[in-house]
């Protein structure tokens, strides 16, 4: 796997310093995979809030833009 270094930059920040983070990016940068290496590594508690944008039902787009759940 190729290393990103935004990502290894990351994954520091949420290592040694006691603040959130708010992770996005297009399809394919590395995201889910960070996800889960900080989960396997780190000693700390989390809770990974995710939504795939792919897997919504249909018109939910629309309702999303019109800010309706």
């Keep these: 796997m190729e290393q990103n270094s935004l990502l290894d930059l990351a994954f520091d920040f949420v290592q040694f310093t006691d603040k959130n983070i708010f992770l996005t990016g297009k399809a394919g940068t590395g995201k889910t995979t960070f996800l889960y290496k900080l989960k396997k590594l780190s000693p700390k508690r989390m809770a ?10 249909p018109g939910e787009q629309s309702r999303l833009k019109n800010g309706m759940n």
Aim: proline content about 0%.
């Design 48 to 57: 990974v809030v995710a939504r795939n944008a792919h897997n919504n039902e």
